[in-house]
């Protein structure tokens, strides 16, 4: 007789399952990175969109102020918003999910000046490539020579 392992079951029943009923809005995650030739650190959050959408969800909104109090009146913030081209993504949408992390940035007290909104080019697919990426660079390094 075959015996298939009880995992192999389990992994299938679960596959099988249905779908949630309710899908949150933005997966969000943060992230800190230390820069090879200082002790400074850099907040990095990451914000992540469902398909086609620039809306951010409570969670998401509680990550980008917490990045905000990372950064002080001389810090510059650095928006880098993505798109999904498997998804039917274009730049457009990357720039409304930078524009929509930008106004809460200004609404949680960060200048306009101070933020500076890219949109990636990268050819990226999935969960990864529908996010915006907020880095805190602190004065001490804004002051740095190129």
Partial sequence: MLEIPITSILLSASLLAAAPSRVPMAQTGTVEQELPDSQALL???AVFFLPKS???SPLALDIVAQT???ADSRSIVIVRANHDHEAGETAQIAARRGDAVRDELIREGIPN???RILIS???G???EAR???VSVI???LADRPA
């Fill in 43 to 45: 907040p990095v959050a």
């Fill in 68 to 70: 905000a109090r990372r």
């Fill in 54 to 56: 620039s809306a951010l």
């Fill in 113 to 115: 000046s101070a933020i």
């Fill in 121 to 123: 080019d990268a050819t």
């Fill in 138 to 140: 602190p004065d001490a």
């Fill in 131 to 133: 996010s915006v990426v």
């Fill in 125 to 127: 697919t999935g969960i």
